[in-house]
């Protein structure tokens, strides 16, 4: 009988102990899970990052280079220089525009620079804006020709959006509206120029093909 009990004993130990080590064997697999699935989510957020067409630090830093080149030449600021006639505008742009052109270098790259004048206001008349254009500029868009292989398959457009003081806007999800704006989008500035006629992403002619 004493044989039989420590035998049922041995038995009953065996079995804790196994049950231990198969419990301690799924929580280190488990753990292992959890880590690999931590450092997978670590490895795609810069990813992620890489892959945003707009408002990356790059981005970011480009336009603001860009305009302190502007308003070195007179196109934005208090120092601007009227050069353009305000016209009737149209959504997604103000109630007025005007519109400038000319050749800029920005960090080294020279490049074809478009600069849209947005103003707004009630009752908003062409008059209105060419008494006082700073009074009712609201915002100022841009797009500006960079180099070869910044992105070939749009014409190599880079495009910004300020505020009249240059701050860079953002869209309604807090992205900064600055470099491939919307690419891939089936809407935004790069949807809406590619429709151009021309081939040259510009609807007011098609120099820049």
Request: hydrophobic share 35%; aromatic share 10%; glycine share 10%.
């Amino acid at each position: 009988m004493i044989i039989s009990i420590n035998a049922m004993a041995r038995a009953f130990f065996s079995t804790i102990v196994g049950f231990i080590l198969l419990f301690s064997v799924a929580c280190s697999e488990q753990e292992q899970q959890q880590e690999a699935e931590q450092q997978g989510e670590q490895q795609e957020q810069p990813q992620m990052q890489e892959e945003q067409p707009f408002g990356g630090d790059e981005d970011v830093a480009f336009a603001d280079a860009l305009w302190k080149e502007m308003e070195k030449s007179n196109l934005v600021g208090q120092s601007r220089i009227v050069d353009s006639e305000p016209y009737k505008g149209a959504p997604p742009h103000g109630m007025i525009l005007d519109v400038s052109e000319q050749k800029i270098t920005v960090n080294g790259i020279e490049g074809d620079l478009v600069v849209k004048r947005n103003y707004g206001g009630d009752g908003l008349t062409v008059e209105d804006v060419k008494n006082d254009p700073a009074k009712y500029l609201e915002a100022v868009t841009i797009m500006f020709k960079r180099e070869d292989g910044y992105d070939d398959e749009n014409r190599n457009w880079f495009y910004v959006k300020y505020g009249s003081d240059g701050t860079i806007l953002t869209n309604p999800k807090g992205a900064l509206l600055a470099g491939r704006v919307a690419k891939g989008a089936p809407t935004g500035c790069i949807a809406c120029h590619k429709s151009a006629p021309g081939g040259d992403y510009l609807f007011i002619h098609d120099r820049f093909k």
